[in-house]
């Protein structure tokens, strides 16, 4: 299965489309932007030489090898092409193609773009399988990854299955994964492990104050506002800091906090030039 620049083929059909289609929309070029989705559809449906003939969604329709579908996939990112939808739909239709995207997350020696595809590809198909090897990826994790926030968003998709598996990691977690897990635990019913690591990541990593602020006030326990109180008050605090604290005080039931001043605050003066 060959590698296709889809995008590119489609660029040259719209242009074409634009070219003898102009004189219709009286050179509106909202108008002929409006119409893009609707000429792309048509377009998947056009045979094109570069595919023998065949339209682009005949094309991958035709493929239904899952080794084949993967390794197509794997050289599209290696070659820096541009990968089609219609290859991503056709990998998650096929049946059989989840051993090869749970090895493709699991394997470390792989470009981190195509193993961060296979999450979202896995996601799309659907299930828990992969939760363990994304507890794996996320555990030893020092500083942010994007591949351990995709993680992340798959385990939140699981649903509350994940919550004990993701509590049992926390204690040998890695700084920031400890902070990716505690963003995962705020989805979840309340507990007093998770609001113990909730309030406690708030209280230590005073350089993200807002954003475990902002973990507090989804995860809705009342008993971080005296917490959060104290904090607004705090000498030094930053104004956005300030905000997403006051934000959170309110979003819990308290009295929002009287306003600071803050002139002199490259965030506020920012914001005031907007």
Same mark, same amino acid.
């Given at each position: 299965m060959r590698i296709v620049n889809l995008d590119a083929e489609f660029e040259k059909y719209l242009k074409a489309w634009m070219q003898k289609h102009s004189a219709q929309y009286g050179n509106n070029l909202d108008k002929l932007e409006e119409m893009v989705p609707d000429v792309y559809m048509t377009f998947l449906e056009t045979p094109l030489a570069l595919l023998d003939g065949k339209s682009p969604e005949e094309w991958y329709e035709a493929f239904s090898d899952p080794a084949e579908l993967i390794e197509t996939l794997k050289a599209h990112i290696r070659e820096?092409?541009?990968?089609?939808?219609l290859l991503m739909e056709r990998i998650v239709a096929v049946p059989g193609t989840e051993p090869y995207l749970l090895e493709m997350i699991r394997d470390d020696s792989l470009d981190e773009e195509i193993r961060m595809t296979a999450v979202s590809l896995m996601q799309e198909i659907?299930?828990?399988?992969?939760?363990?090897?994304y507890l794996d990826i996320i555990t030893p994790l020092e500083e942010p990854s994007d591949l351990g926030d995709i993680c992340a968003e798959s385990l939140v998709a699981m649903g509350g299955e994940v919550m004990e598996p993701v509590?049992?990691?926390? !204690?040998?977690? *890695?700084?920031?994964?400890?902070?990716?897990?505690?963003?995962?635990?705020?989805?979840?019913?309340?507990?007093?492990?998770?609001?113990?690591?909730?309030?406690?990541?708030?209280?230590?990593?005073?350089?993200?104050?807002a954003l475990f602020a902002s973990y507090l006030a989804k995860y809705g326990d009342e008993r971080a506002l005296p917490v959060l109180v104290e904090a607004s008050r705090? !000498?030094?605090? *930053?104004?956005?800091d300030f905000v997403e604290i006051a934000n959170a005080i309110e979003a819990l039931g308290g009295d929002r906090p009287a306003e600071r001043e803050y002139a002199g605050d490259p965030y506020y003066e920012a914001l005031g030039r907007l």
């Open positions: 820096r092409v541009s990968v089609p939808d659907g299930g828990n399988a992969p939760m363990e090897h509590l049992a990691r926390y !204690p040998r977690a *890695g700084a920031a994964a400890k902070n990716i897990f505690a963003d995962i635990l705020c989805n979840f019913e309340h507990d007093d492990r998770i609001y113990s690591i909730l309030e406690e990541r708030f209280r230590t990593q005073t350089d993200e104050r705090e !000498p030094g605090l *930053g104004y956005l």
